[in-house]
Structures are given as structure tokens and as C-alpha cells.
């Protein structure tokens, strides 16, 4: 049995016909696999447990039937405190790791209290051939003055179905800094609001995907200000080779009050092959006169240019595309530890340059 | 009317009283409320129209009970189609002379200005008065070049009967959305335009829609076909005065543009403020057409507004030039669709938005660039204004692409006037209010320079006028 969801929704809708109001997911009833973290970090000061914390605050999110879905069917549960004035340097690594059948729903309870700084990570992955299926809901408060920098890595198999969702909500002075990387699984969600409550709270979004085979990538990102002087920045950056596709939704969402307000957001699609398809879907909502919000988008190919000093230099089509897919995991791999940046290229061996894939 | 040469010194919204005026309802033919089977069959049965008509009309009808309103876009639970009246005939017929013309109805286009227009600057007018023209004419050195400027059903039984079987709702097919099905079923007036091939209408036509009665609704059809290498410039015009029930536009444009040929379609939609305006509008371009748009739109309480632009031959390109200002009470969701569908195709949009006194602007677009669409090129750039902190301004733009050797570009920006730029202008001696209204007027005047002249004078006016000391 599954359950139906519309996941990934538009918060303003638009022409159904172009099927980007929302993205249908099917979702297994089936119980849980048994899958246990593996924690890394190395620091003592960090406070996690078992028991969900954040039930009692308000996220705006995106569709409540997803998360139900979610907080119904987890299996693992964690909660991480990070006490009043802490820094957490080192990054915490959730790492999981999927049998190509599994299922795995799981909850993350992310509680910054004031003055406190983290950097948590949280990595998804199986073999390249798998049909697991993996949910999650991170929930994020950050109080006062705290900073989050949260990373979600996800490499399941190319028959997995994946769906990565964080909400978040900031308190004054507050910072987020999420990058979601969903560069496997044959269905690729991945979700972030967050919700700027406080004065002079921020966001940064980032999104890193490679689309792949038959990959489908569908993103959705959502800043609303509520506080004054709140600050957004949406960034999605990525490629599409084979007959892979992506929807893209960022959505700023400026609310009444939030003066001094100001949000930016970019995407870059390089579109690498005749079959892929990209959709783009970028709303500045705006109901207050006293913000700034921008969008900037380019989609397109490698310009012949580039490609006519490659061929002089006696690099063919084929080997330059493939030059430019080598450059975009070396570039992800930049922006992880090296015990993540390891599984990319795992990943890569196995599924992005494994030809008989 | 009032004096447009008078400045404003505290105005919040468009001056509407160029337009906001009534003429009694006399001897006017109507029939009943609301969408029936029996209305349908007595509309068409006043037209004298082919079979075919009326087939196309009752297909229309069911697909209308059908079909649901959309679940986007701004509410229009206030329109309720039992209270419309579908056909309202004005006791006279189609004269070619403003003479014969009735009295109060020539008085309402003399006020708009339209036969004055029609002496100074253009090839050709045609004016509808609710469901029916009442006057359609065209400069005798233009019809001897071949152009057919003609009621469209009039030559529904005339020589180009053929031609307008073969295009009539091709480009806005019925099943497109409730309120295309709702035009098919109840349409009544228009224009039709016929340019030859390599023939150059130096001078623009003009339609102009004025609908008088309260509670109805006007359909009317626009076919425009412009031939191989040919040029024209079309100007569609509307306003109606304000009632207190619900008055309704869902008319229908369809713009066939040949190789070769150029087509610019100006509109300024002025509608009274309790008009849902459900209109649409669609054109096809072939192999090196040129299709541009210029839309104002300034009236209505409640606006769907996509012109549609299909590039369907190679190097065809298309421009979409937009403004939409939505005041008190006005919810204006207004855009474009362009369908990219042949290689080496370009458009270009650019819009702008101004919201005010409580008015919601919405900018929504959709560009779609087909898997047959190689090395083609698209732009969009789209900016808001806001003028105040009562007013909503939202930005809906969507990208859908196919085809990988494409360049797709998109920028998009929402704000309310720079403080800096203020603070220049001052320290130049400007007053803050005048500093807000030169930078007001600036960031409209690239559009409404593009509005045809005869437009450009009054549009101009009610921008520059409005915003003369209201900022701030």
C-alpha cells in the first residue's frame, strides 16, 4: 500500500497543464527498515536523543500531509540540542546508510539555542542499484544569534526514491546556511522553507544537483520574511545530461512588516544532452513596499565557443561534456569533509561515469 | 469629465472619468440572464449564421458546463454566470458613416475620441457598442490595396466565409479553458482583418470596445490574418462605465501571422472597475514573422491577461511589451505565454507593474521551448513597482524547456522606490515629491512610449497625472 502525496507545492499556483504546482510522490506504508545512524563528531557539548523536541513550534513548511506522512511512519528519531553559546567547528555526521531494498523514514529535531553556532551533516546512501525509498523531516529552530550550516548529501541507487525535506524558523539575528545535494535516486526531492521570523534573520539555500540516466529532480525553496531587515539568498545550481529532468520552484515570499527586507535568487541549468528537461519555477511574493527582491535565471548549453577551443586543443563533444561533468563533482566535492566527498566519488564511479550504466 | 490638465495634489488611483459615463439603455434588444441552450440557439439564430456556427457554439456550450474555473489565479467567485446577460443588441445597425450612426452612441465614441482619431491617424476603425458594431469603416486607398477591415460576421457569409471556417477558434481551440468554451458559445461581434500578401498597411486600424449595459457581458472576436511579407498595426481599445454588478469581458483574439509578415497588436484595456476581464488572446507566426504586442492595462476589477505568442517557423520572433498599473480594488493578473516551437526563434518580454491604494499586480508568464526549438533565444525581464505598503505585487514566471542548444534568460525585480535616487534628485533641488515622480514616470515611460500615438497623449496623461502628488 502507498500513500498519495502532493509534495514539493507551489505556495501561489499557477497553469496546471505544466504540472508544476506540485510533485505526486507515492509513498510506502510498508514498516521501516531497521537502519541505524552513524554519528560522527567530536564534540561532547552537543546534546542529542531519541525523543522528537520541536512538535511544539509553528514552521509554515509546505504541505502538512507530507509531513504527517512522515512524523506517522518515522522510524528513526533524532533530536539535536545545541546549548547556549556553543560553536560546534567540526562538523556532526549523520551518516545513513540503505540495503538497496530498505525503507527508512526519519525525523530530525535541530535545536539552536541562543548564541549557539553548529554545522550537522547529513548523508544518504546505498548501492547504485537500489530501490530504497527514503523520507525525512528536519526541523530547524534557531534561537537568538544562532547559526546553522546544515548539509544534506544524498546517493541512493538509481531506482530510489528519495525525498529530503528541512523547515526551519529564525529567531532574531539568526542564520541558516542549507546546501541539499540530491544527486542520486531516480526520484530526487528535495525541500526547504525557512521561515524568517526574526529581526535581521537569514537564509542561504543552496542546491548542487547533477541529473543523471532517467533521473527526475524536483526542488522546492521557500523563504518568507516576517522580521525587518531580513535577508534571502536562493541559489540552484546545476546540470542535466542524459534523458534526465528537473523542476526548480524558489519562491521569496516578502509578508507585511518585514521592512528593510531584501532577497536574491539565482539559477544556472546547463543542459548537457538533447533529452534532458528543465523547468523553472522562480515567484517573488511580495506585500510590503519596503523590500528588495530580485531573480536572475540562465538556461542553456555550453557555448560553441568553449567547445571550438576544446576541439582545437583535440578534445572531442563527447570527452568535453564529460570534462564538464568531472568539473561539477569536483566542485561538490569541494564543498564536503573528505569522508563525504569520498562517497561522491564513489558515486561517481559507479553511476556518473560508469558507461554501462 | 474632468480637466486632465489639472493637477492632481493628492489622487490615489487612475482618473476613470474620461471613461466612467452612462448612456441611457434605449430600445435596447436583451435577452435573458445567465447560459442556456436557448440562449445559444436565439444568439445565433440573430446572426443568420452557417450551421457550422451554431455546431461550434453548442460544442462550446457543453464543454463550458464541463470545465472548471481555474484554481489559480485571483478569486472570481464574484462573477456568477446566471446573473450575465450574454447579448444585448443597441437598436441600430452597422453604418459606415458616423452620421448614421445613433445619437447617444456617437456621442460616447465622440467622447472617446474615436472618430477623431479615426480623421487624424488611422487607416480604418470599427466600433462595437455592447454585443453589436455600430460602425465599421476603411480608408478607401486601404481597401484598394486589398485589405479587408470588415465586421466578422458580416464576412462569415461574404467571400473570406472559407477563410474564417478554416481559422475561427484553430488558435484558441474551445477546450483551452472555461471561459474560451464560454466565448465559443456566446460570441458576438469582432473584427476580421485580411492583409495580401507583401502589402503594407502604413497606417494603423482600430477596434474599440465599449461595453454600456450593467450585468452583461461582451464577446467579441478578433480574427486578424496577415499574409506572406505583409505589415500591419492593430489597436484594440476598451472601457466601460462603472456599475455596482458585475460586468463581463471574455472576448477572444486570434492573430495568424505569415512568413515573412509583421504584426504589431496595441491594446489599452480601461474597463470600469467591476469588470471581470477573462479575455484571451493567442497568435501564430511563421517562418520569419514578427509578432508585437504592446498591452496596457489599467481597468477591470479582476484580470486573466496571457497574450500568446507560438513561434512556429524558423527565425520567427516575437516582443511583448507590458504594463499593468492595479489601484484600489483591482486585482490585476496579467502576463504572457510564448511557445517556442521551431529553431532559431527569439522573443523578448519586458514588462513593468505599478501597484497602489490596496491594488494587487500580478506578473505571470509561461515560456516553453520545444525539442524543435534549436539555437532559439528568450528574455524575460519583469519589474514591480510598489507605491505603497497597502498594495501586493507578485511575480509568477515559469520556464519549461526541452531542447538543450537554447538560451534562456530571466530577471525579475520587486521593490518600492530608491531612497538613494530620491535623495540625489533632491540634492538637485527637486522636491521629494516631485523627486518620486520623476522616477515614477521614468520607470513607466519604456513602455508607454511604445503605446500608439493616439494612446500615448491620454495614457501618459493618466500615469503622470495620477502619480503627481500621490507619492510618498
Known amino acids: ?357 | 469629465m474632468s480637466d486632465i490638465s489639472t493637477k492632481n495634489s493628492s489622487i490615489t488611483d487612475v482618473n476613470r472619468s474620461l471613461y466612467d459615463f452612462t448612456k441611457e439603455e434605449k430600445d435596447v434588444e436583451k435577452l435573458a440572464s445567465g447560459l442556456t441552450e436557448e440562449i445559444v440557439r436565439q444568439i445565433s439564430a440573430k446572426k443568420n449564421e452557417p450551421a457550422w456556427m451554431l455546431d461550434h457554439r453548442l460544442k462550446s456550450l457543453q464543454i463550458y458546463n464541463e470545465l472548471k474555473v481555474p484554481n489559480w489565479g485571483p478569486d472570481i467567485s464574484g462573477l456568477d454566470i446566471n446573473n450575465i446577460v450574454t447579448y444585448v443588441r443597441p437598436n441600430t445597425k452597422m453604418a459606415a458613416k458616423w452620421d448614421d450612426v445613433p445619437e447617444d452612441i456617437k456621442d460616447t465614441f465622440e467622447r472617446l475620441g474615436i472618430p477623431d482619431a479615426e480623421r487624424t491617424s488611422l487607416a480604418g476603425v470599427g466600433a462595437q457598442y455592447d454585443s453589436e458594431l455600430v460602425y465599421h469603416n476603411i480608408q478607401e486607398s486601404v481597401a484598394e490595396k486589398g485589405v479587408i477591415y470588415s465586421g466578422i460576421e458580416e464576412a462569415l457569409s461574404g467571400p473570406y466565409a472559407e477563410m474564417i471556417e478554416k481559422h475561427f477558434m484553430k488558435l484558441v481551440p474551445s477546450t483551452d479553458h472555461k471561459f474560451a468554451a464560454l466565448h465559443g458559445a456566446v460570441w458576438s461581434g469582432g473584427s476580421f482583418v485580411y492583409v495580401p500578401p507583401y502589402t503594407d498597411v502604413e497606417i494603423p486600424l482600430q477596434s474599440y470596445f465599449r461595453l454600456n449595459s450593467p450585468g452583461a457581458g461582451q464577446f467579441e472576436h478578433t480574427l486578424i490574418i496577415v499574409d506572406k511579407g505583409a505589415r500591419l498595426h492593430f489597436i484594440e481599445g476598451c472601457s466601460a462605465p462603472k456599475y455596482n454588478v458585475a460586468n463581463l469581458h471574455a472576448g477572444c483574439v486570434e492573430l495568424f501571422v505569415g512568413e515573412e509578415a509583421h504584426l504589431r497588436y496595441s491594446t489599452i484595456e480601461n474597463w470600469s472597475k467591476n469588470m471581470y476581464n477573462l479575455n484571451t488572446k493567442r497568435a501564430k507566426v511563421e517562418k520569419n514573422g514578427v509578432m508585437e504586442w504592446v498591452s496596457g492595462s489599467f481597468g477591470s476589477h479582476i484580470s486573466y491577461l496571457y497574450p500568446m505568442t507560438i513561434l512556429n517557423g524558423e527565425y520567427a520572433k516575437s516582443e511583448f511589451t507590458g504594463i499593468t498599473f492595479a489601484g484600489e480594488g483591482q486585482n490585476l493578473d496579467t502576463g504572457t505565454k510564448i511557445l517556442h516551437n521551431a529553431p532559431h526563434t527569439s522573443s523578448v518580454i519586458s514588462t513593468k507593474s505599478l501597484s497602489k491604494s490596496g491594488g494587487i499586480s500580478t506578473f505571470r508568464s509561461a515560456v516553453t521551448v520545444t525539442e524543435k526549438a534549436h539555437k532559439s533565444k528568450t528574455s524575460v525581464s519583469c519589474q514591480s513597482l510598489m507605491l505603497d505598503d497597502k498594495s501586493r505585487s507578485d511575480t509568477i514566471p515559469l520556464m519549461d524547456v526541452r531542447c538543450n542548444d537554447v538560451n534562456v534568460g530571466h530577471e525579475a525585480s520587486i521593490g518600492r522606490i530608491d531612497d538613494d535616487a530620491v535623495f540625489y534628485l533632491m540634492s538637485r533641488g527637486l522636491s521629494e515629491e516631485e523627486a518620486k515622480t520623476l522616477i515614477v514616470n521614468g520607470f513607466a515611460n519604456p513602455i508607454s512610449k511604445e503605446l500608439p500615438l493616439e494612446y500615448a497623449v491620454e495614457m501618459n496623461n493618466l500615469i503622470r497625472l495620477e502619480m503627481e502628488g500621490s507619492i510618498g
Open chain 1, 1 to 357: 500500500m502507498y500513500t498519495a502525496l502532493n509534495a514539493n507545492k507551489l505556495p501561489v499556483l499557477t497553469w496546471n497543464r505544466f504540472n508544476v504546482n506540485s510533485k505526486e510522490l507515492h509513498l510506502s506504508n510498508e514498516p521501516d527498515s531497521a537502519v541505524t545512524p552513524k554519528i560522527i563528531t567530536d564534540n561532547d557539548a552537543i546534546k542529542i536523543n531519541d525523543n522528537r523536541t520541536l512538535d511544539d513550534i509553528v514552521f509554515s513548511g509546505s504541505d502538512k500531509k507530507t509531513e504527517a506522512y512522515i512524523l506517522k511512519n518515522a522510524s528513526v528519531t533524532k533530536s539535536i540540542i545545541v546549548p547556549q553559546n556553543s560553536t560546534l567547528a567540526a562538523p556532526l555526521i549523520f551518516d545513513l546508510t540503505l540495503q538497496p531494498t530498505d525503507k527508512l523514514t526519519g525525523i530530525f529535531d535541530i535545536s539552536l539555542e541562543e548564541n549557539s553556532s553548529a554545522n550537522i551533516m547529513i548523508s544518504v546512501s546505498s548501492l547504485a542499484q537500489s530501490t530504497a525509498q527514503y523520507a525525512d523531516l528536519i526541523r530547524v529552530h534557531a534561537a537568538n544569534g544562532a547559526s546553522l550550516k546544515l548539509t544534506c548529501l544524498q546517493l541512493l541507487g538509481s531506482s530510489a526514491v528519495s525525498f529530503n525535506n528541512i523547515v526551519s524558523r529564525l529567531e532574531n539575528d539568526a542564520k541558516i546556511s542549507i546546501l541539499q545535494i540530491p544527486l542520486g535516486a531516480g526520484t530526487a526531492l528535495a525541500s526547504a522553507t525557512a521561515d524568517l521570523r526574526g529581526y535581521h534573520s537569514s537564509a542561504s539555500i543552496r542546491s548542487d544537483y547533477i541529473g543523471h540516466l532517467e533521473q527526475d529532480i524536483d526542488l522546492n525553496y521557500v523563504v518568507r520574511h516576517y522580521g525587518k531587515k531580513t535577508l534571502s539568498d536562493i541559489k540552484m545550481t546545476g546540470l542535466l545530461s542524459d534523458a534526465s529532468r528537473k523542476t526548480a520552484r524558489g519562491t521569496i515570499d516578502f509578508h507585511r512588516g518585514c521592512k528593510g527586507s531584501s532577497g536574491n535568487e539565482s539559477e544556472n541549468v546547463l543542459l548537457l544532452s538533447e533529452k534532458a528537461r528543465n523547468k523553472s519555477v522562480p515567484l517573488i511574493l511580495c506585500d510590503e513596499d519596503d523590500v528588495a527582491g530580485t531573480h536572475g535565471a540562465a538556461i542553456g548549453t555550453l557555448d560553441e565557443d568553449r567547445f571550438f577551443y576544446l576541439k582545437s586543443r583535440g578534445i572531442d563533444e563527447k570527452a568535453a561534456r564529460q570534462l564538464f561533468l568531472d568539473s561539477a563533482v569536483s566542485r561538490l566535492k569541494n564543498l564536503l569533509p573528505e569522508i563525504l566527498a569520498a562517497k561522491i566519488d564513489n558515486y561517481s564511479k559507479e553511476v556518473l561515469f560508469n558507461e554501462s550504466v
